[in-house]
């Protein structure tokens, strides 16, 4: 016997009036695109839940895939069975067994074929007797099972679901509006991004680069953790910024203390100009409060004073460890750790304020015009478009995603 299909479960809670339609509209679209690897499955939806058809590709792969979906609360596999009273009792004692450890179970039988000759709860006694009497140790609770059976007798055929596996959470990717991410080479934007897109947030990404001051190898580091990022988000398009003029001007006029300020400011304007061309009504950075110079609640009043733009800062008030776990879970953190120099380490006073004025950094930038620097760095911005990757398939699959 074997598994042919994953029960799909979503948010039911966030699934109010309007919202419904478009949540589940984009869940099943980007379900449909992570499903392409495995070109066998079928995506089919009934009134409040999803089904994915597995047609013989493995359950299990298939499973981890789905989740990495957000969006959806739990899923489980289901075997589909003939009306016959045996085949179900085998079914139902296979779907336990999937469930490892469990020692208690509970059988939620329902009949919506009323021809079928037994009755739910009699279902319930019959199959919970018939799985006691095949396993050792293992007691039925009504209340708080290990594991619930659940068993739908319907005119087509029978469904047996077995244990919940937990899904990714949050809201698909797309419901939510959209976000320029600041994406430098480093282990928090990508963190950061990432919980965005947990809350639906389609990601943007904006990144400051100055060759020949950073390699090419640091450009393709951040283009490889673009393209990991795309496993939640699907697909990513990258604003890539030449800074070099930028910064060499900042350490030639600006004093050194304020240089790195300076920096950020002129990032986040340019990023700014960028997120109004595409329409984006948000930035997010990865920054954390008290993690570095840049970092203090000085420093990011006075960097933050040059836009009027909503900054999310997702990592805000998490702790270190906690950021470097959630990257090694999304497969980010060995990109990261990759040693190439990011622009601004590159340019890096040695003893940046660490509690700058915004009046100071007003004062000192009013000296230099950098607004043709903002426009040309805008302008001769080059932009990339990273979709998910699939092995089974050809280029043009995602033709439509842009
Ligand atoms: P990260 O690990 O994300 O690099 P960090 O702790 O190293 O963060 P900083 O390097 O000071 O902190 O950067 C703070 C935030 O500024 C980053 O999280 C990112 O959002 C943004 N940022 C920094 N450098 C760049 C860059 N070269 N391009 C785009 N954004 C950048
Ligand atoms: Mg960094």
């Known amino acids: 016997m074997q598994f042919n299909q994953i029960m799909v479960r979503y948010g039911e809670m966030a699934l109010k009036g309007k919202n419904r339609h478009k949540f589940e509209q984009k869940l099943q679209s980007n379900l449909t695109h992570k499903l392409k690897r495995y070109p066998a499955t079928r995506l089919k939806k009934t009134r409040d839940r ?134 430098s080479g480093g282990i928090d934007s990508p963190v950061a991004g990432y919980l965005a897109m947990k809350r639906g947030v389609e990601v943007e990404a904006i990144h400051f680069h100055s060759p020949p001051y950073t390699s090419e190898r640091a450009k393709q580091k951040v283009m490889d953790l673009a393209q990991e990022m795309t496993r939640f988000g699907i697909k990513l398009k990258v604003h890539i910024i030449p800074f070099t003029n930028i910064q060499q001007k900042i350490h030639q006029e600006m004093p050194e203390g304020y240089s790195m300020t300076i920096m950020r400011r ?88 660490t509690r700058p004025s915004k009046e100071k950094a007003q004062y000192y930038e009013a000296a230099v015009d950098f607004s043709e620097d903002i426009k040309q760095a805008v302008e001769q911005r080059e932009i990339i478009k990273l979709k998910l990757q699939t092995e089974t398939k050809t280029e043009n699959e995602f033709e439509d995603l842009f």
Do not use: W
């Open 50 to 183: 999803m089904y994915v058809m597995l047609n013989g590709e493995d359950p299990y792969k298939v499973m981890e895939t789905c989740q990495e979906v957000f969006g959806i609360q739990s899923l489980s596999f289901a075997v589909r069975t003939e009306q016959d009273e045996d085949k179900i009792k085998e079914a139902a004692l296979f779907a336990f067994n999937e469930a490892d450890n469990a020692k208690t179970f509970k059988i939620s039988a329902k009949r919506t074929d009323k021809t079928f000759p037994v009755g739910s709860q009699e279902m319930n006694q019959r199959l919970g007797g018939y799985i006691l009497k095949n396993t050792e140790d293992v007691t039925v609770d009504v209340h708080n099972p290990d594991v619930e059976i659940t068993v739908e007798i319907r005119q087509d055929a029978v469904y047996i679901t077995s244990k919940k596996y937990p899904g990714a959470g949050g809201l698909p990717v797309g419901t939510t509006g959209k976000t320029l991410l600041l994406l």
């Open 266 to 353: 002129l990032m986040l304007r340019i990023s700014e100009a960028v997120a109004k061309e595409q329409d984006i009504l948000s930035m997010t950075t990865g920054e954390s409060l008290g993690q570095v110079a840049s970092q203090t609640m000085e420093s990011m009043s006075a960097i933050n004073d040059v836009t009027n733009y909503p900054v999310i800062r997702p990592l805000v008030a998490m702790d270190k460890l906690d950021i470097i776990s959630i990257s090694q879970q999304i497969g980010t953190y060995d990109i990261s750790i990759r040693p190439y120099e990011d622009c601004c380490t590159v340019f890096v006073p040695k003893s940046p304020k």
